[in-house]
């Protein structure tokens, strides 16, 4: 096995293709290369390399931000070439704060990287990716999805830190504005409301080739158990479907079984579990 390391997201185009023959379970990696393309203002590549088996690309790793880095599978991998690639990288001294990626993938690379660089692994979160070809809409919910504006900029902002307060993803008022006013600004936020009552948010992001992801679904502490969580990403779902994607995806965190079952009740299908793991000593 042997690995390039690159230093330029353009340097990763090549592979979008094959990051495309899965393209619901690479919808992150493929999500970030295609932003920092088409950006003025790109993130930080903060590590990326390509790890080939007999000449032929077999995983795809990057780090945009200081957590984690992302590990895509692009070929079919067996534990061994999982372990030399944990052990190059230890042997290079790059040092991954944690891994993300589908499992059973990440729980092997995690294990052996783990052990080679006598760090401890936690699993930080279990999710599971699913996605939507046909949308079933819940039936008699009052209530009609309408896209953000900057009128709604406060409010969202208090929602998008009780937001990462659920997701164990704490946001700073600072970080949940810049999040927000970016959603607001692609056009890429709504809002799911009743008597002019806004009850539920959800966000699309990361569209590529055939589809598109839904995230950021919020409903306040008051509103829930009413199906509004429901209706709102069925709606923007269907939505999406409409303007031309073939499939819709989302990520649900396996520890949340409420989420998992209204997702399902509306169409989504799953395509595979995801885990994050962190590296510490």
Partial sequence: M?????????????????????????NLAIGLIKKNQESHEQDPLLFSAIFYERDEPVLLMLQSIKEQAILAVLSEVAEDELKESAGILAEQNINLPGIMGESPYADAFSLHYSELTKTKRTLHTAQRIYQLRNVRHPKDMPGQLRPGTEEDTEFLIKWAIQFGEDANVPL?????????????????????????????????????????NISFVFTP????????????????????LEAGFETVSLYTDLSNPTFNHIY???????VVNSKLYYFHL
């Fill in 172 to 212: 700073t008022e600072d970080e949940a504005r810049e999040r927000v006013e970016r959603f607001l600004s692609q056009q890429s936020m709504y809002i799911w409301e009743n008597e002019g009552k806004p009850i539920s948010m959800a966000a699309t992001s990361r569209p590529s080739h055939s589809n598109i």
């Fill in 221 to 240: 502490a008051s509103e829930r158990k009413k199906g509004y969580a429901s209706a709102c990403v069925a709606s923007l779902s269907g939505k999406m």
């Fill in 2 to 26: 042997r690995v390039e390391i690159f230093t330029e997201w353009n340097e990763l185009e090549p592979y979008i293709g094959l990051l495309q023959t899965k393209e619901v379970a690479h």
């Fill in 264 to 270: 399902q009740e509306i169409g989504y299908e799953m």
